[in-house]
């Protein structure tokens, strides 16, 4: 039986779980939430006093997998970006949809070793704010020219990474 697009593509990516596109998932009730907290996930109050808020990087992702498959939520069931349609109507070819993955997947890979090179831990943090914490933590610091160089790298690595995650899986 051909894998389908799913397979093909997000088991090799990953970046609508991994803190990349989004800080958090929206859950749908509060059972929902407390079942991913009973797997130890951990969940944020939202202000909408909704379900509640699947905080990214998700825990439950291993490697580019989901490890609670059958016991996502639904707005993990539901997703599927820009790139994922595409694909599945033809506009875009598989391997050109693979090829983006890994682009977009080499550029964060730039902006997570120069976030690390500033001196900011390897937190478990959304790529953006992650980025941002960085940023203000070695301006905090009086920088010296070599840190003004890498923070000036780091802030044109994410801002073509966001280009990228926006024209590519996002969309607009
Ligand atoms: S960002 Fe798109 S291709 Fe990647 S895992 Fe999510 S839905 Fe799949
Ligand atoms: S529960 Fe699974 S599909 Fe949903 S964000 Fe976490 S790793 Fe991704």
Do not use: N
Request: net charge negative; glycine share 10%.
């Amino acid at each position: 039986m051909k894998p389908s697009l799913t397979d093909t593509l997000c088991t090799r990516c990953g970046l609508c779980c991994d803190g990349s596109l989004f800080a958090d998932v929206e859950l749908a009730s509060g059972g929902e939430a407390s079942a991913l907290e009973v797997m130890g996930l951990e969940i944020e109050d939202d202000d909408d006093d909704g379900g509640g808020l699947l905080v990214q990087p998700c825990g439950a992702l291993k490697g580019t997998r989901c490890s609670i498959y059958p016991h996502r939520p639904d707005c993990c069931r539901t997703f599927k970006c820009r790139l994922l349609q595409e694909a599945e109507r033809g506009m875009v070819e598989v391997e050109r949809a693979k090829e983006k993955i890994a682009q977009a997947l080499r550029r964060i890979e730039r902006v997570k070793e120069l976030v690390v090179q500033l001196g900011t831990g390897a937190e478990r943090l959304p790529l953006k704010e992650h980025c941002l914490e960085a940023l203000a933590l070695s301006e905090a610091a009086a920088a010296g020219p070599a840190v003004k160089r890498k923070r000036a790298e780091l802030q044109a690595a994410m801002t073509s990474v966001e280009r990228l995650l926006q024209a590519a899986f996002l969309g607009g």
